[in-house]
């Protein structure tokens, strides 16, 4: 649904303002106070990092289980230091003209603010967009004719990458070691006397490999990539050599499962000393085959046995 949303605005935002111009305020929380004299920000406000939804797998002996064993880390149910999303923002005003810009806000660990503009130099977001990029997302219009009347946000998170001289952010694949969940949110408001919430979902599923064990995988997806000022990721990359990785400790996967034509979901395969194999099958929630139907869903592979159990054997 906020995929379709995001294509929906790709025209309106078509025409973007070459002339606006940075407040030169110092960068608090987003939803902070302003100073009386300073121009008027955005306020915006992150909702807390959303927790998987732990869905069923088929087990080897034909049984559905959902289990529950170690269903979420302290590192995965918060937003951690550092954490970058990006935004694009589309101001509305009284005659219907509309102005885009991109921005990104930081977290510092207790709070999210706006980049500096260090940071900005950074990530080289001066040089790429010119002023399309705005460290602070201002709703006076940059003519000083008045204010816009609405913003319409469009917001990702993508790892902690940084742009390319094209603005384009690589987000890690699945076996790299630094699997991405990424995440993507939408708001939109009219009243700029209250923040705006940004409450993210995930464009991913969780897939959770035991200590010790390996993963075999022949169809899988993944967002390899991030254009800054775009308002979609890119199309998923989808394997064609598929997926063979270990985990030396409990291990977490991001990624799209792959169903066939039929809408059944395609199975992986959890292996033991590169000798006994089992084989599960994710579920999904509604059964349609979509790859959005995996989204913020959570597969948890148990550790059934030693290696000399046969495949398939329970």
């Not at 559905?64 to 951690?80: D, H, P, Y």
């Not at 204010?147 to 076996?175: F, M, Q, R």
């Not at 148990?302 to 495949?311: C, F, I």
Request: with cysteine; hydrophobic share 35%; glycine share 10%.
């Amino acid at each position: 649904m906020i995929r379709n949303i995001f294509l929906l605005v790709l025209s309106a935002l078509a025409a973007w303002s070459c002339t606006a111009t940075d407040d030169e305020m110092p960068q608090g929380p987003a939803a902070g106070t302003q100073p009386a004299d300073a121009r008027n920000s955005l306020c915006i406000t992150i909702a807390p990092k959303p927790a998987f939804t732990q869905a069923a797998i088929t087990m080897p002996d034909g049984k559905n289980s959902t289990n529950t064993r170690a269903l979420q880390t302290e590192k995965e149910t918060k937003w951690e230091k550092g954490d970058v999303v990006w935004l694009l923002a589309s101001f509305t005003d009284a005659m219907g003209r509309q102005d885009g810009y991109y921005s990104a806000l930081k977290y510092t660990g207790t709070t999210w603010r706006y980049l500096t503009e260090d940071e900005a130099d950074e990530f080289g977001l001066k040089t790429f967009g010119g002023s399309r990029f705005n460290r602070t997302l201002i709703y006076d219009k940059p003519d000083g004719s008045g204010k816009y009347t609405s913003v319409h946000i469009y917001a990702h998170y993508t790892g902690n990458g940084k742009p390319d001289k094209n603005g384009i952010i690589t987000i890690p694949s699945p076996d790299s070691g630094t699997s991405v969940p990424v995440m993507q949110a939408y708001n939109d408001s009219g009243d700029f006397s209250r923040p705006l919430t940004l409450s993210f979902t995930y464009c991913c599923s969780r897939l959770r490999i035991p200590a010790g064990y390996g993963l075999e995988m022949a169809n899988y997806g993944y967002y390899a990539s991030y254009q800054l000022g775009d308002v979609s990721l890119s199309r998923p990359n989808y394997s064609t050599t598929g997926l063979q990785l270990s985990a030396a400790k409990d291990r977490d996967v991001f990624l799209l499962p792959v169903a066939d034509a039929n809408g059944t979901p395609v199975p992986v395969i959890l292996t033991l000393n590169g000798g006994a194999k089992w084989t599960f099958t994710p579920q999904l929630p509604t059964g349609t085959g979509s790859v959005a139907d995996y989204y913020g869903q959570s597969y948890t592979l148990p550790a059934l046995g030693s290696g000399s159990v046969t495949p398939g054997g329970m």
